[in-house]
């Protein structure tokens, strides 16, 4: 799908579906701006029968017949004097959502004037792309419908050299982290991971390595590989690496954890644990895969970024890891599995390692990491975790300039005792309060402390149930636009 803009005379506009944005200021004098191609004095008495005002979320829909514009959807946008941007944006979602399916090109005029940004013009554009994705790889009825292949902007004239070639860049970031996420476990294996990974690096000339089984053996990755021993798909160790064109002043890694599927293990999930759903599990590693396509494309220059995924599977078989069971991580340290049911952080430990290997400045990992992270935010915000203030400002900085939801957690050492064990330099699980907290901390036992750090848990963010906002029902990609913005104002910041 692409975004396009119309700047020419309203007059010469021919489309057939309009979404068209007024305030509640004067409806006669907004409406004559589309007299072209609708009697505006009729539309206003249809308008005022149904008592609408121009009331923000407000919608009326009308059908024509026997014109060249089939559709007309009146959005309200509330006071002109108090424009909440936020709620125009969840009902602009939630509109053309609803006509994704329905035409193959949807036009948008809105009030441009009343809106300052061309950061915000942009991110009407990302709204409108992400808020109408369809998933339909695995519905046999996929051709049935109509798909929306074009979304245009009309009469922008504040903005007329306005480009969304980037915008287009992370929703399609955006849009790959939601497909990675939603794809069966039959499908995703960690091989078709690797496979993705290798298409990045085709199509935007990234570095690969896919480090093998006996490969992750030589560099002594005993955490991760216990993890992998239950399945009999070979784990992939997937490394890509976006170059700088000029000297590199900042190295950074992202990290994301990649179980393709996870059964638990012997601490299988039972009853409630929504077993179903743990094709998700991997939403930190979309995430990352995510971004490193967006970025791929965007190429910010003076950085050189690595992103690291640790995909396999934690099934259960005859040589699958035992609860009670010592393993060593590729830093040398011992951990007692006292719950084969926390083995993302296992995983974690050693691409930990591998990223601090690589001398960083900094590392953020994302993944689909603790339940007790739903029980404490919900399903709206991700926590995350920091070993440095400044990187803490920054990440809130850019979830918010890309529009996710994100909260600072602590970091409390005291609760590091939960983690002592009798046998092992650490157990992989603490106590069931401060669950989230002890697995950051865990993993914070894997690089080197002189590096800025910041882990994100994803687990009540990566998927919705139902429509919100931009995220369709199903895989959000939540964190691809926040590690993205977080680059660019890095990029920013270098100059």
């Given at each position: 799908?692409?975004?396009?803009?119309?700047?020419?005379?309203?007059?010469?506009?021919?489309?057939?579906?309009?979404?068209?944005?007024?305030?509640?200021?004067?409806?006669?004098?907004?409406?004559?701006?589309?007299?072209?191609?609708?009697?505006?004095?009729?539309?206003?008495?249809?308008?005022?029968?149904?008592?609408?005002?121009?009331?923000?979320?407000?919608?009326?829909?009308?059908?024509?017949?026997?014109?060249?514009?089939?559709?007309?959807?009146?959005?309200?946008?509330?006071?002109?004097?108090?424009?909440?941007?936020?709620?125009?944006?969840?009902?602009?979602?939630?509109?053309?959502?609803?006509?994704?399916?329905k035409d193959e090109k949807i036009s948008i005029l809105f009030p441009w004037e009343l809106i300052n940004s061309l950061k915000e013009i942009k991110s009407f554009g990302e709204i409108a792309?992400?808020?109408?994705?369809?998933?339909?790889?695995?519905?046999?009825?996929?051709?049935?419908?109509?798909?929306?292949?074009?979304?245009?902007?009309?009469?922008?004239?504040?903005?007329?050299?306005?480009?969304?070639?980037?915008?287009?860049?992370?929703?399609?970031?955006?849009?790959?982290?939601?497909?990675?996420?939603?794809?069966?476990?039959?499908?995703?294996?960690?091989?078709?991971?690797?496979?993705?990974?290798?298409?990045?690096?085709?199509?935007?000339?990234?570095?690969?390595?896919?480090?093998?089984?006996?490969?992750?053996?030589?560099?002594?990755?005993?955490?991760?590989?216990?993890?992998?021993?239950?399945?009999?798909?070979?784990?992939?160790?997937?490394?890509?690496?976006?170059?700088?064109?000029?000297?590199?002043?900042?190295?950074?890694?992202?990290?994301?954890?990649?179980?393709?599927?996870?059964?638990?293990?012997?601490?299988?999930?039972?009853?409630?644990?929504?077993?179903?759903?743990?094709?998700?599990?991997?939403?930190?590693?979309?995430?990352?895969?995510?971004?490193?396509?967006?970025?791929?494309?965007?190429?910010?220059?003076?950085?050189?970024?690595?992103?690291?995924?640790?995909?396999?599977?934690?099934?259960?078989?005859?040589?699958?890891?035992?609860?009670?069971?010592?393993?060593?991580?590729?830093?040398?340290?011992?951990?007692?599995?006292?719950?084969?049911?926390?083995?993302?952080?296992?995983?974690?430990?050693?691409?930990?390692?591998?990223?601090?290997?690589?001398?960083?400045?900094?590392?953020?990992?994302?993944?689909?990491?603790?339940?007790?992270?739903?029980?404490?935010?919900?399903?709206?915000?991700?926590?995350?975790?920091?070993?440095?203030?400044?990187?803490?400002?920054?990440?809130?900085?850019?979830?918010?300039?890309?529009?996710?939801?994100?909260?600072?957690?602590?970091?409390?050492?005291?609760?590091?005792?939960?983690?002592?064990?009798?046998?092992?330099?650490?157990?992989?699980?603490?106590?069931?309060?401060?669950?989230?907290?002890?697995?950051?901390?865990?993993?914070?036992?894997?690089?080197?402390?002189?590096?800025?750090?910041?882990?994100?848990?994803?687990?009540?963010?990566?998927?919705?149930?139902?429509?919100?906002?931009?995220?369709?029902?199903?895989?959000?990609?939540?964190?691809?636009?926040?590690?993205?913005?977080?680059?660019?104002?890095?990029?920013?910041?270098?100059?």
């Amino acid at each position: 799908m692409k975004l396009s803009t119309f700047q020419q005379n309203l007059n010469t506009w021919q489309g057939s579906t309009l979404i068209f944005g007024i305030v509640e200021d004067d409806l006669k004098n907004q409406l004559e701006k589309i007299n072209f191609i609708i009697d505006s004095n009729l539309l206003l008495d249809k308008i005022n029968q149904k008592n609408f005002k121009g009331e923000i979320g407000k919608v009326l829909n009308f059908d024509f017949f026997n014109q060249n514009l089939q559709t007309l959807k009146i959005i309200g946008l509330g006071e002109s004097k108090n424009i909440n941007i936020t709620n125009i944006k969840n009902s602009l979602a939630d509109v053309i959502r609803k006509s994704a399916d329905k035409d193959e090109k949807i036009s948008i005029l809105f009030p441009w004037e009343l809106i300052n940004s061309l950061k915000e013009i942009k991110s009407f554009g990302e709204i409108a792309r992400l808020s109408t994705y369809k998933d339909n790889r695995f519905n046999s009825k996929r051709n049935d419908k109509k798909v929306l292949k074009e979304i245009e902007f009309l009469n922008l004239k504040k903005f007329e050299n306005i480009s969304f070639n980037e915008t287009e860049y992370i929703c399609e970031g955006v849009e790959l982290a939601r497909r990675l996420v939603a794809a069966p476990p039959n499908s995703l294996t960690p091989l078709e991971m690797s496979k993705q990974a290798s298409k990045i690096s085709k199509d935007h000339g990234l570095e690969i390595k896919i480090l093998e089984k006996n490969e992750c053996e030589d560099l002594g990755m005993g955490a991760y590989l216990a993890v992998a021993k239950g399945s009999d798909l070979e784990p992939k160790f997937i490394h890509l690496t976006l170059k700088s064109r000029s000297p590199v002043k900042e190295k950074i890694a992202l990290v994301g954890k990649g179980l393709t599927f996870d059964s638990g293990g012997y601490n299988l999930k039972v009853g409630a644990s929504q077993i179903e759903m743990m094709k998700y599990d991997m939403g930190g590693s979309a995430a990352v895969l995510g971004a490193a396509k967006a970025l791929g494309a965007i190429k910010p220059d003076g950085l050189e970024i690595h992103f690291i995924v640790a995909a396999c599977e934690n099934m259960i078989n005859g040589s699958a890891v035992h609860p009670g069971d010592v393993v060593k991580a590729s830093n040398g340290k011992t951990i007692e599995i006292n719950n084969t049911d926390a083995e993302g952080r296992l995983t974690l430990a050693d691409a930990l390692t591998y990223a601090s290997n690589l001398k960083p400045d900094s590392i953020i990992d994302l993944a689909t990491l603790t339940g007790a992270i739903v029980v404490a935010l919900g399903n709206d915000v991700a926590g995350f975790w920091t070993n440095d203030n400044l990187m803490a400002k920054d990440l809130m900085r850019a979830s918010s300039q890309a529009g996710e939801e994100l909260w600072q957690m602590p970091l409390q050492k005291s609760y590091k005792d939960g983690l002592k064990s009798h046998i092992a330099d650490m157990k992989n699980t603490g106590p069931r309060a401060g669950g989230s907290i002890t697995a950051a901390l865990f993993l914070e036992e894997f690089f080197d402390s002189s590096i800025k750090w910041a882990h994100i848990d994803i687990a009540g963010t990566c998927w919705t149930d139902k429509n919100k906002g931009i995220n369709p029902s199903g895989a959000t990609g939540y964190g691809v636009k926040t590690l993205v913005q977080w680059i660019k104002n890095k990029e920013l910041s270098n100059e």
